[in-house]
Structures are given as structure tokens and as C-alpha cells.
């Protein structure tokens, strides 16, 4: 722990980097009774904390390291940060990007001088690729968070954490994806003030530090998600997983919807909007205050990085309602005789806001509803569908269902009665052309596209669902077909909402 707070001490980050500030969020504290503080590291120069560890470990290479350059393999922010530290010091930067990177991402890499080669659909691809330039130009490597001294530039943000609140602390909520912010803040933390709890924070479905160390171990996920993608990681690093073990109180998972309420949040007390990524610190730290109860306490969350495609905002903004816990989704089976939608309206929701009401005649006895209703919290919904049951309606609560917020919302039209074959499944395309021909065009000749939603969410990956109508006989070659394609997929043909609107 000494040798850590020493690279601490004498990091060099602040020869490119800022000390940002740590802001009071005045009317998030007084609502949910709690000081809460905002550590800005969305205001670096390169909108993010990952400005910090790349340059330390670039500052400290030695001369011959420094003249071979310097290469990564990054989507976002740790490729800007490795960009804007060569360009400062002068030295050749190459950068390999997945070839589904946004547009503004790649623009911001090349603004700050650096060489960008577009490889693969994912991280891993690019990764891969660009070992094998290393390799061949004998290029120095910068881990993005696996690295001594990467580690010990992010740890400077808890030199300045207590400096700036004089040590008056709670607990601090930590963005974590390879886990290099959360070790160096975590060591300094414990070393100089072991009360303050150290609390990471990841997405549900890109938790690797989380089943980590609940396993002992260092386990690799089978994919992670794509809303958070500056955590996207599917193993944390050997150095960061010991620190982790060592330093961090607790880790907290968080959904997709949770993450949006965040990003609300911080825009409501900053009027900025940060990037998914940089919004897990208030999503963790809501979270925490909601399970726990806790008053009175000094909370710390870590903006880590702004990097937002502006084209994301339309689908954060429409799951932010249901991620504060303001709308709730339900399904409603209503009898389809003369004034039972009027009847229903009249006396179920006539004093609720409705957010959001689609209606399908399925047949000549009974109708289906898409509802959204603005009714408060956990317990309130619970209420409200207990009594629409009490009241003979069949209902089933969508507020969780990812199927239903992600494309069934928009797609409610009623089922076809020719699709008696069709099967359901959700796929994760890569953002980039050819994408979809290549799906269409390996798909056996025998099937049939019986349904089809897209809808862009401005990320790297595109959410597509699609019904196919399948011949029996052709099971097998339907599990090659997904194989040798390569995209995460999840069946969804028995899912309730499908069944019932679709």
C-alpha cells in the first residue's frame, strides 16, 4: 500500500490534467436527505477521469519507450485520454477502435492527433488486432486500468476528494468497469481514511468485479451489456481485482432503467448530461439510500466521463421515467363490448397521469392494453395492480420487461393469424453497414421474417427484434445459423407480452 500511495503522491497528471471540483448537489441532498456531492470529473479536458492514469503512465515511460510510441486499444475515453497525453508530449499515437465506434468518438481520437486503425465489432476484436501491431512495431502498450501507474494517476482523485472536503466523508460510489479508478481510490481511501466505505458500482449485466469477487476469483463474462459501454469489460485486471479484494467495501449493481433516473439526476443539479458510464456513481448511490435507509450522511458520487452521443439521449430520456420509479407499464385484458374501454378509463384511471395508452382489438370478445401510468414508486404499483385484478382485469405488470420497453411499446398493432410458426428472438446487431445483409443473407432459404423492429439508440450496437417462421425439420440448422453468425441473442417466444399483443 505505501509503494501505491507514493505513485499517488507523485503522479504527474496534473501537467495535463485538472483538479476538478466537487460540487454539492443542493436539491438532490435535500430530497433525499443526504449530503450528496459531485466529484466533476466529467470537466477534464478530455471529459473524463481516464485522462489521468494514461497520462501518468505515458509521463513516466522511458526515453526509448517513448520514442516507439505508444498504442492501446480503446472505444472511448481511454483512447482520447492516451491521444491527448502523446499529443502533450510529443509523441506518435495509434489507436485501435472497433469498427462499430460512434462517429464522434473516432473524431475526437483523430482531433487530438493520433492514428486510429478500425477493426472488429467489439473490444475484444479490437484488442486482438492490436496486440498483433504491437508486436510487429514493437509500439509500448497502455492498459486502460491493469497498470501501477494508471492506477495510481486515477488514485489522485482521492488526494483531492479529502483535501476538498476535509476529510468529512461517508462513503464514495465508484464507477467501476476493469477496475483502475476504483483500486487507486480505494487504496488511498483505506490508507488515510479507513471509515469512509468504498462503494463500486456496475451495470447488472456487465458486473465482472461483482461475481469476481464473489468467486474468489477472476471470472471472464460471456458478454456484457451494451447501454454502459465505458464499463463494458469482461474481466477485471489481476492488480485491480487484488486491490478490489482489499480496499472496497461493497459492490452494487444496477439496471439500465436505474442508470437513466441518474442521468437526470446529475443533469437536474448540474445542468450536464454525462454518458451512461459516468452516471453509475448516482445510480449506486440512489440505490444504496432507497435499500438502506441512510440520513444524514456525506455521499460522494464519481461523474466519471460525458462522452455522450447526442443521438443516445431520445432512448435515455424515455427510460428515465420508469428508472426513477415514475411510470409503470402494464399489460390489461379489458372485455370488448360497447363502453368497456370508457368504463375502464373512467373508473380505473381517472385520477392517475397516464404516460403512455395503446388498444388492439384482439378478437370479438376481449381487447388488449399497453398502458403507462405515472403512480410513484414500488409500493404504489403494487396497489394499482392488485386493484386493477380485484377489479376482473387480467393484468400483467411490464414495468421489468425488457421486450416491452425496448421495442413491443412501439410495435403494438395486434397478432397476425398467419404466423402460426413464428418464433421470437431479440439480437444485438453491430452498428455498422452490411450488418443486417449479412444476417439476411446467411439466414436459411426455408425461413420466413414474420416480424422485424429496429430503432437506433445512437451506441455501438443496435437492439433488433424478429419473428421467423421455422420448419420443424430445421432446428438444428437454425442453432448453426445463430452460432456461425455471432450475435448475442435471446429467444423471447414465450415471453407474456409478446404473447399477448403480438
Given amino acids: 500500500m505505501q509503494e501505491m500511495i507514493r505513485q499517488i503522491l507523485t503522479s504527474k497528471v496534473y501537467e495535463a490534467a485538472i483538479e476538478t471540483p466537487l460540487e454539492k448537489a443542493a436539491p438532490l441532498s435535500t430530497e433525499l436527505q443526504n449530503q450528496i456531492l459531485l466529484k466533476r470529473e466529467d470537466l477534464q479536458p478530455v471529459f473524463s477521469f481516464k485522462l489521468r492514469g494514461a497520462y501518468n503512465k505515458i509521463a513516466h515511460l522511458s526515453t526509448t519507450e517513448k520514442n516507439h510510441g505508444v498504442i492501446t486499444a480503446s472505444a472511448g475515453n481511454h483512447a482520447q485520454g492516451v491521444a491527448f497525453s502523446a499529443q502533450n508530449l510529443g509523441l506518435k499515437a495509434l489507436i485501435v477502435m472497433p469498427a462499430t465506434t460512434p462517429k464522434i468518438k473516432i473524431d475526437a481520437v483523430k482531433g487530438f492527433g493520433a492514428e486510429i486503425v478500425l477493426h472488429g465489432d467489439n473490444y475484444s476484436e479490437a484488442a486482438e488486432r492490436c496486440d498483433e501491431i504491437r508486436k510487429k512495431t514493437g509500439m509500448t502498450y497502455i492498459h486502460p486500468f491493469d497498470d501501477k501507474l494508471v492506477i495510481a494517476g486515477q488514485g489522485t482523485v482521492a488526494d483531492e476528494l479529502l483535501r476538498q472536503s476535509s476529510g468529512k466523508l461517508d462513503a464514495v460510489f465508484v464507477p467501476v468497469g476493469g477496475g483502475g479508478l476504483i483500486s487507486g481510490i480505494g487504496a488511498y481511501l483505506k490508507a488515510l481514511s479507513p471509515e469512509v466505505k468504498i462503494i463500486g458500482v456496475e451495470p447488472v449485466d456487465s458486473a465482472a468485479m461483482y461475481q469476481s469477487l464473489q468467486a474468489g476469483k477472476r471470472i471472464t463474462l460471456d458478454s456484457v451489456g451494451i447501454f454502459a459501454d465505458g464499463v463494458a469489460v469482461r474481466q477485471v485486471g489481476e492488480l485491480t481485482f487484488d486491490l478490489c479484494r482489499k480496499y472496497v467495501d461493497e459492490i452494487i449493481r444496477v439496471s439500465t432503467d436505474e442508470l437513466c433516473g441518474a442521468i437526470k439526476s446529475i443533469y437536474r443539479a448540474t445542468r450536464s448530461i454525462v454518458e451512461p458510464a459516468g452516471a453509475l456513481g ?23 466521463g460525458a462522452n455522450m452521443n447526442f443521438e443516445r439521449l431520445r432512448y435515455v430520456s424515455e427510460r428515465t421515467q420508469t428508472g426513477e420509479g415514475n411510470e409503470s407499464l402494464f399489460a390489461v385484458t379489458i372485455p370488448e363490448t360497447p363502453g368497456a374501454l370508457r368504463h375502464f378509463c373512467s373508473n380505473l ?36 395492480l392488485t386493484r386493477l385484478n380485484a377489479s376482473g382485469y387480467l393484468t400483467i405488470d411490464l414495468t421489468d420487461n425488457e421486450l416491452a420497453k425496448t421495442h413491443l411499446r412501439y410495435m403494438v398493432g395486434g397478432r397476425s393469424a398467419e404466423a402460426t410458426r413464428e418464433r421470437l428472438f431479440r439480437f444485438r446487431f453491430p452498428e455498422r453497414p452490411g450488418a443486417l445483409t449479412r444476417f439476411l443473407a446467411d439466414m436459411g432459404r426455408d425461413w420466413n421474417i414474420s416480424l422485424f423492429h429496429y430503432r437506433s439508440q445512437g451506441g455501438e450496437f443496435g437492439r433488433v427484434l424478429i419473428g421467423l417462421e421455422i420448419p420443424d425439420q430445421n432446428e438444428q440448422s437454425l442453432k448453426t445459423f445463430f452460432d456461425n453468425l455471432g450475435y448475442h441473442y435471446i429467444e423471447e417466444t414465450t415471453d407474456p407480452a409478446y404473447q399477448l399483443f403480438l
Fill in 282 to 304: 448516482m445510480a449506486g448511490l440512489k440505490q444504496y439510500i432507497k435499500v438502506h435507509r441512510t440520513t444524514n450522511q456525506t455521499l460522494v458520487a464519481i461523474n466519471s
Fill in 349 to 384: 384511471l381517472n385520477t392517475i397521469n397516464i404516460t403512455e395508452f395503446n388498444y388492439r382489438l384482439a378478437d370479438r370478445s376481449e381487447a388488449q392494453l399497453f398502458i403507462g401510468v405515472s403512480i410513484g414508486g414500488d409500493n404504489a404499483r403494487e396497489e394499482f
